[in-house]
């Protein structure tokens, strides 16, 4: 008899003949025990959905918003907890001065002027060493389109999978996801969670993954279908500080350096 991995219909709180899921395999190693206590030092909530543009929104005179063209033909933005990523013009890890400070934001930062396509560069901050626990909460809620995110620098152990347990709600959201965590019936399990750097989120539900955040540096965060990466649906988890970094070294490259000098044309002379 065959198995299913990561059954579309997410119910991975009870054992099945038919199907398994990520959350319900075992480790082979030894897992961080720190990992597995009660409260992590941090706590993430992360819905991501999309924005879907009105014709009068998206193509306004003297503008341009990136998009992604749907297969249903919607004009769409993908949104990390309300925010699309922009990418910084240069490497954070050695040209951090190159970004200027007020193009950063999150989910308890945001511009000011941000607006419902919120597009700068979203960034968590994690302290070096925290446990961390991030809840990934599925509000796009296209049928058979589960995201499959990856996590640079690091691998994650997935505590649990699922949809809401509420027969009354039909489509999960953030408040929802919250409400749930606060009653405990988000599903968890802490006997031998597996490791993996990369996990689909079922669609119109959610995933729960810890790791400890020993590694420092900044590292993407992304959903792995490139067309909604190109429309924001990723971030940048900054672990530690500068001071946690090894220094620059002397006359290392940085952007544009390996362009040719720009020399100006001569000047125009009348004949």
């Given at each position: 008899?065959?198995?299913v991995?990561?059954?579309l219909?997410a ?8 199907a ?13 025990r720190?990992?597995?206590?009660e409260r ?7 819905p ?12 306004r ?7 992604l063209?749907?297969?249903?033909g ?12 922009v ?11 190159d970004?200027?400070p007020?193009q950063f934001?999150?989910g308890d ?15 968590i901050d ?12 599925d ?13 640079h620098?690091y ?9 809401s347990?509420?027969q ?9 996801a919250?409400?749930l965590?606060?009653?405990?019936l988000l599903?968890?399990q ?11 989120v079922p669609?119109n539900g959610?995933v729960?993954?810890?790791f400890?955040?020993?590694n ?5 965060f ?10 924001g649906?990723?971030l ?11 220094p620059v070294?002397p ?8 362009l040719?000098?720009?020399t ?8």
């Amino acid at each position: 008899m065959y198995k299913v991995l990561n059954p579309l219909d997410a119910i991975c709180n009870r054992p099945r003949r038919d199907a398994v899921c990520v959350n319900q395999l075992r480790n082979a190693k030894k897992v961080d025990r720190a990992l597995l206590q009660e409260r992590p030092d941090v706590k993430i909530f992360l819905p991501f959905r999309f924005l879907v543009y009105r014709p009068e929104d998206l193509f306004r005179p003297n503008t341009y918003n990136r998009f992604l063209a749907a297969p249903g033909g919607d004009h769409v933005l993908s949104l990390i907890d309300e925010i699309s990523h922009v990418s910084p013009p240069a490497p954070l890890v050695s040209q951090l001065e190159d970004t200027p400070p007020e193009q950063f934001c999150n989910g308890d930062n945001r511009p000011a002027d941000c607006g419902k396509n919120c597009m700068c560069t979203h960034m968590i901050d994690i302290p070096l060493n925290a446990i961390v626990e991030v809840v990934l909460v599925d509000e796009v809620q296209s049928p058979n389109l589960s995201h499959p995110f990856h996590l640079h620098g690091y691998a994650f152990n997935v505590i649990g999978i699922g949809r809401s347990p509420d027969q009354n709600v039909k489509k999960i959201n953030l408040k929802h996801a919250l409400d749930l965590d606060r009653r405990g019936l988000l599903n968890r399990q802490f006997n031998l969670p597996p490791a993996k750097d990369t996990i689909a989120v079922p669609n119109n539900g959610y995933v729960i993954f810890r790791f400890r955040a020993d590694n420092p540096g900044y590292w993407l965060f992304h959903c792995h279908f490139l067309m909604h990466i190109l429309i924001g649906m990723n971030l940048i988890v900054h672990v530690g500080t500068q001071a946690d970094l090894p220094p620059v070294p002397p006359n290392f490259p940085t952007c544009g350096n390996h362009l040719p000098p720009i020399t100006p044309p001569p000047p125009l002379t009348n004949h």
